[in-house]
């Protein structure tokens, strides 16, 4: 990193502890069959970083599989129709199964297969994770089988077809509601019954520690690459920086750098969207860090929407990979320090973000990125039409056409 | 606060404390039957008369199933039936379940067996631990499973929960340390998890079940019952030949609707688990 970016040591970010705790929120709460298991993982995860070997395979991979750096784009038109300064759109789209969690499974499926593991399972909401596992599979020889909720296989139906295409077995969760939060279950407990020769590849800064901190260590690279393009091109340090957030993943893949490299003077506004469905005063919304209480689900303590009883509520929303009751630990933690602000976005307001982008960029963006596009209005008018604001494209649109057709898009 | 120094990790800890309900349940001279039943399941009060019908039956203990939304420990019979008992209007929780087992102790005065819950550790986390923990006391709930609490996550309930036992899982995966640690956690007894993956009737039971009760002995003093997967008289039988304790739920879950068929099944597993025996026989042998 430039020397102006590095923090002073009081200002250096240095969450988690050993056992997985961000402040109070993470930790390791699963059935003893799996906590062998975790602790396995803590250890390969420790030595591949270690190994040169294993980040120059790695690094490789994202050179020439990937096709990392992904662009980082001055989005004008965008700009002045949203009434902003400057507007950076850091391409996630643009990863070749459609969103940057390709990263992730191929910095998890390499240790696995280390560890001897032939066979890799995922849960998938959006599908993007589920896409995302089973190319990382098909790369490196490894069976594959993804847990997606049926309502998730029916608004996704691309994604399942891809991952069908890319020799995965898509194992069917009507449970609950059937989207993500009962996929997640469902890969839990068939997890705990085959810890033996499967490795659970997870899809969000989510699940029991070492989980969050393995996503992030992937996904950072996100928030890395920005900072040094923006010097390359000779940029100022924007003022603002947004990502939606379902789980975390690619909020904190691009959050990271800053909160780690950036001293806090100098450090932009950092800003998670979260999906509030058909409006935070109803119960239809997957606003966790707005709306949820701390609590315990999928084997780690965070903001979650929960009943009186602790029962996680259902969430909703239009987006398939913002649809989930809780969050990343970490982002609980970043949300009480007052490190980044979290706001929520209806689906209408991610519809018309959506129409925008395509319309002033000719960029088609996922249904979830809209949710952080839909912010750039508000940041608009807090920070002034001066003002320069980066976005994290965290995945492209191309599995969101049935649900935007039928919302009424592009008439 | 006084709760703190009952934290029972340290070398002196649950071996030392006097004998408790749920250690008794342990001491007759014969393998325990432990019956799982789901707390408000099919509804309340046929709930309640299941668990009278199972207590009846020969019982030596109830586990009591506290209804959850996301058991991620449990099979199908399990799963569904906590969703049934939760979905009641006005809903079915941790502390319903509390109430319950209060009536349950009352229906069965003196000699009632001692009952453990079940719960997972989200609804003690909402209902607040030290509160959690002081409603059971008076309920006179004897201890818990926390299925989702693994032993380094314990801390803060096991200082919160002086006079209640919490009995830790062993799994066939877990390690020689990690056996030791949970061992050395537990009170009441050990739970000693046949197989691999969640609750549910198998149609054997696993080879490992033998190999991880040997290894829990050579740890602890407590108590070992195993369960997960036992769905027959027969197979009950053959753990209680060699552990102290026989733990059955998916089983009597499915027959939970039909206490009649509740008293029937556990008189048959009890009169198979009281019949075999690694423990020494109660009647005194003729020299
Ligand atoms: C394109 C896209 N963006 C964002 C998300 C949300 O996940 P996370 O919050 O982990 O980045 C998903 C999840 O599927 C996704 O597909």
């Known amino acids: 990193m430039p020397g102006s970016l590095l923090p002073s040591a009081e200002e250096a970010y240095s969450s988690p502890d050993a056992q997985g705790f961000f402040g109070p929120y993470g930790g390791t709460f699963v059935p003893e069959t799996v906590m062998p298991a975790l602790e396995e993982l803590a250890r390969a995860f420790e030595d591949a970083q270690a190994d040169a070997s294993f980040s120059a395979e790695l690094d490789a991979l994202l050179a020439d599989y990937v096709g990392r750096p992904s662009p ?11 009434g902003l300064g400057t507007v950076w759109l850091k391409r996630e789209d643009l990863n070749p199964p459609g969103a940057p969690t390709i990263i992730n499974t191929i910095g998890q499926c390499l240790p696995a297969k280390r560890m001897g593991k032939r066979r890799v399972i995922a849960e998938t909401g959006a599908g993007q994770h589920g896409v995302a596992t089973a190319t990382t599979a098909a790369l490196m020889g490894l069976e594959c089988s993804i847990f997606m909720g049926t309502e998730d296989i029916r608004r996704q139906a691309l994604n399942v077809y891809k991952m069908r295409l890319l020799g995965a077995e898509v194992v069917p969760i009507s449970d609950g509601t059937g ?11 068939h997890w705990v019954e085959r810890v033996e020769d499967t490795f659970y590849v997870l899809g969000s800064a989510v699940g029991p520690h070492p989980y969050p901190l393995i996503v992030r260590h992937f996904q950072k690279v996100i928030g890395e690459e920005a900072i040094a393009q923006l010097r390359a091109k000779g940029a100022d340090m924007p003022d603002a920086v947004v990502a939606c957030v379902g789980g975390g993943s690619n909020a904190i893949g691009i959050f990271y750098p800053f909160l780690r490299d950036v001293p806090a003077d100098r450090r932009p506004l950092l800003v998670g969207a979260e999906a509030a469905g058909l409006g935070l005063e109803t119960d239809k919304h997957g606003a966790a860090l707005t709306k949820g209480t701390p609590g315990v689900l999928h084997g780690f303590y965070s ?3 929960q009943d009186e009883a ?10 398939a990979g913002l649809d989930y009751p809780g969050v990343g630990p970490e982002h609980s933690y970043l949300k009480d320090t007052g490190l980044v602000r979290y706001e929520a976005v209806t689906d209408r307001e991610a519809l018309d973000a959506f129409a925008l982008l395509a319309r002033t960029e000719g960029i088609i963006p996922a249904i979830e990125s809209a949710h952080a596009l839909a912010m750039l209005p508000r940041l608009a008018a807090e920070l002034g039409p001066e003002a320069s ?13 049935d649900i935007v057709r039928e919302a009424g898009l592009g008439g | 606060m006084a709760a703190e120094q009952q934290v029972r990790l340290g070398a002196d800890g649950a071996g030392a404390r006097a004998a408790s309900a749920i250690s008794a349940a342990f001491q007759r001279g014969r393998p325990a039957l432990i019956v799982y039943l789901m707390a408000g399941y099919p509804d309340p009060p046929t709930s309640l008369t299941s668990l009278v019908a199972a207590a009846e039956g020969g019982a030596d203990l109830i586990e009591l199933g506290v209804p959850y939304g996301d058991p991620v420990a449990d099979g199908p019979v399990i799963a569904d039936a906590a969703r049934v008992a939760c979905a009641r209007e006005g809903g079915f929780g941790l502390t319903e379940t509390i109430d319950l ?21 989200n609804p003690l986390m909402r209902l607040g631990l030290a509160a959690a923990a002081e409603r059971m006391r008076g309920a006179g709930i004897a201890g818990v499973i926390v299925p989702d609490m693994p032993v380094e996550a314990a801390r803060p309930w096991l200082a919160a929960s002086h006079g209640l036992d919490t009995v830790f899982l062993a799994a066939p995966t877990s390690t020689p340390e990690r056996l030791q640690a949970l061992a050395k956690a537990s009170s009441g007894f050990v739970y000693c998890v046949s197989t691999l993956g969640v609750t549910g009737e198998r149609d054997r039971l696993a080879d490992g079940v033998r190999e991880l009760v040997a290894r829990l002995r050579a740890v602890t003093d407590l108590p070992v019952a195993v369960g997960f997967g036992i769905s027959t008289p027969s197979q009950a039988a053959e753990v209680a030949d060699l552990a102290d304790g026989v733990i059955v739920g998916s089983a009597v879950v499915r027959r939970q609707a039909d206490p009649e068929a509740v008293h029937a099944f556990v008189t048959a597993l009890a009169e198979a688990v009281h019949g075999s025996g690694s423990a020494l026989p109660s009647a005194p042998q003729a020299p």
């Not at chain 1, 009962?182 to 839990?188: G, I, Q, R, S």
């Not at chain 2, 087992?101 to 719960?119: C, D, F, N, Q």
């Open chain 1, 303 to 305: 903001y979650l929407l």
């Open chain 1, 310 to 319: 602790g029962n996680p509520k259902e969430a909703y929303s239009i987006s």
């Open chain 1, 389 to 401: 604001v980066l976005v994290n494209v965290s995945g492209r649109g191309d599995k969101d056409m």
């Open chain 1, 72 to 82: 980082l784009y001055q989005a004008d038109r965008l700009a002045s129709e949203v």
């Open chain 1, 179 to 189: 989207t993500l939060a009962d996929a997640v279950t469902a890969a839990l407990r």
């Open chain 2, 101 to 121: 087992a209060a009536k349950l102790r009352s229906a069965l005065g003196a000699g009632a067996p001692p009952i453990v819950l079940m719960t997972y550790l």
